[in-house]
């Protein structure tokens, strides 16, 4: 069929929204490509999942619903990702760049031997030239991500293999629904015809889910702080005004590297991607990899001493100054104008 395909990963009977996401891209990818967007929901009590991916634009839903199939185990879904992909022949598969999708993403391109690209930024169609052999081809998926420690930005192509594979991490593409009524075909398959029996020699016997302790990727307001906060206490400085502001504070990987801060706040391509209305960027010299993680924001504040910091450079704002001068002076403004 040659069609752009999604894995949705499963919570329950929820659709995680790094698959919604890449759902919303898969949308525009196929249209761009004239042909059908399908998804693949495996799990367990499914009954009504399709609800949940149609409105995106999806064409076809390929639900595999069996006991064993959640929680999620390597065995079954690779052989549904691997037999459903020998019988469909997809131009495109997307996964979310989640510990699932780590797993099952390479589990699934090695049986295929189609390759595959992690943590991309971005995800376009394009055209490419072999001079060597002399061949242009058409309609390629452009996977694009940061690469040699994040110098550079890499677009990398795979023209004979098929599928093209790609990770995304959650919140780098946005969630947009196309249509509430869009109409789509609902495929329930025959499980057992997919996965043999001895797939199902792992089972889970307990699992233990911990929630977030923080919103940074929904915060509307992030303040983030780089390795020239200089220490954990500078960090308390952020975690009061973000007490002002009703933000959430993230911070660089020097920063965390540095045990400044905690690891689940890292923004960038080693962490989590954020997009809010507004982001404060304090001591934070701007490596790619973190600009990665926070470029589509809203509006961005720059607090640096360093007037030639790159994070200056796609700044709406920058404060040229040292952070233990701004920031008080920034915390007692809102104080006073906060009552």
């Known amino acids: 069929m040659n069609n752009v395909f999604v ?3 499963m919570e329950g009977n929820r659709v995680a929204d790094v698959s919604l996401e890449l759902l919303t891209k898969g949308r525009k990818l196929a249209s761009q490509l004239g042909c059908q967007l399908e998804a693949i929901c495996a799990g367990t009590g499914l009954d009504g999942v399709e609800k949940q991916v149609l409105p995106f634009g999806v064409d076809r839903v390929h639900v595999f619903d069996a006991p064993g199939l959640f929680p999620y185990t390597s065995l079954p879904h690779t052989s549904i990702l691997v037999n459903l992909f020998k019988a ?7 996964m979310g760049a989640t510990v699932i999708g780590r797993d099952l993403g390479p589990r699934v391109s090695s049986a295929l031997t189609s390759g595959l690209t992690a943590d991309c930024t971005q995800l376009e169609i ?3 030239e072999d001079k060597k052999a002399g061949k242009t081809y058409e309609n390629l998926l452009y996977q694009i991500r940061p690469a040699f420690g994040g110098n550079i930005v890499a677009t990398i192509v795979n023209p004979e293999h098929r599928p093209q594979m790609a990770t995304v991490r959650e919140g780098v593409m946005k969630k947009e629904i196309l249509d509430e009524n869009y109409q789509g075909e609902v ?3 025959d499980v057992a015809k997919f996965v043999p029996e001895t797939d199902y020699v792992v089972k889970v016997i307990d699992r233990h889910v911990e929630k977030a302790k923080h919103n940074l990727k929904g915060a509307p307001i992030v303040v983030a702080g780089g390795y020239g906060m200089g220490s954990r206490e500078g960090f308390d400085m952020l975690f009061e005004l973000a007490k002002e502001l009703h933000a959430e504070v993230g911070a660089s990987r020097a920063a965390v590297d540095a045990g400044y801060c905690d690891h ?3 923004i960038g391509q080693t962490g989590v991607t954020v997009h809010p209305k507004l982001y404060i960027a304090c001591g934070i010299s701007g490596q790619i990899q ?3 993680g926070m470029q589509d924001a809203g509006i961005i504040i720059s607090v640096n001493s ?3 910091a790159p994070i200056n450079t796609i700044a709406d704002y920058v404060i040229n100054g040292t952070v233990e001068e701004v920031i ?10 906060s009552k």
Request: aromatic residues 8%.
């Open 7 to 9: 894995y949705c990963e």
């Open 88 to 94: 469909e022949q997809p131009q495109i598969c997307l």
């Open 126 to 128: 394009g055209s490419h």
């Open 187 to 189: 495929i329930r398959q």
């Open 264 to 266: 689940d706040r890292q």
């Open 290 to 292: 973190h600009i990665a």
């Open 306 to 308: 360093d007037p030639n």
């Open 328 to 337: 008080p002076k920034m915390i007692k403004y809102y104080k006073k104008n």
